[in-house]
């Protein structure tokens, strides 16, 4: 079992930064660990994710403005928000799962943080 914890959201304006943190309670280091985010009334979507092996993936609406990394001890995944947009604002979620290769679909993930506002006004 993985507890996780996210921090690091709040509001910003548009093309502003944020820097999101998510702790976890033991090392992750070969397990795929990802940043999803969810908008009002609709299902998660994977913003970012960082494979057991250290291989980046990203969705497109973010390539180029986020980058999705882990602290060397492999207990915290960051996801630095650069040149943020209105459309960016939404709960977003850590999560983490026992396997090594990620997927795209939350329904992969096993575990879950609490979640953390990014609000970006325009």
């Known amino acids: 079992h993985v507890q996780l914890v996210e921090s690091g959201g709040g509001s910003v304006q548009a093309g502003g930064s944020l820097r999101l943190s998510c702790s976890a309670s033991r090392y992750t280091s070969t397990h795929c660990m990802a940043w999803f985010r969810q908008f009002p009334g609709q299902g998660r979507e994977a913003v970012a994710s960082?494979?057991?092996?250290?291989?980046?993936v990203y969705d497109d609406s973010v390539k180029g403005r986020f980058t999705v990394s882990r602290f060397h001890d492999r207990k915290v995944l960051y996801l630095q928000m650069n040149s943020l947009k209105p459309e960016d604002s939404a709960m977003y979620f850590c999560?983490?799962?026992?396997?090594?290769?990620?997927?795209?679909?939350?329904?992969?993930?096993?575990?879950w943080g609490q979640g953390t506002q990014v609000t970006v006004s325009s």
């Open positions: 960082v494979s057991g092996g250290g291989a980046t």
């Open positions: 999560a983490a799962r026992s396997g090594v290769a990620c997927y795209p679909s939350d329904t992969a993930f096993e575990w």
